[in-house]
């Protein structure tokens, strides 16, 4: 990993698709690996990431 952080929102402004749209599909896959209420942050090219990259491309 290279460290770097990365946000829902950002991912979301980067290709066009509302923030909020997002993190509502994201919210829908109740991932295990994110908790209630917490922020959508990752780090690039972790799992978490790649699996946030797979739910933004089904929007």
Do not use: C, Y
């Amino acid at each position: 990993m290279n460290g770097k952080v990365t946000t829902a929102t950002e991912m979301a402004d980067a290709v066009g698709i509302k923030p909020r749209a997002f993190r509502q599909a994201l919210r829908a896959e109740q991932f295990d690996w994110h908790s209630q209420n917490s922020a959508w942050e990752v780090q690039t090219k972790s799992p978490e990431h790649l699996e946030m990259q797979r739910v933004l491309k089904t929007l």
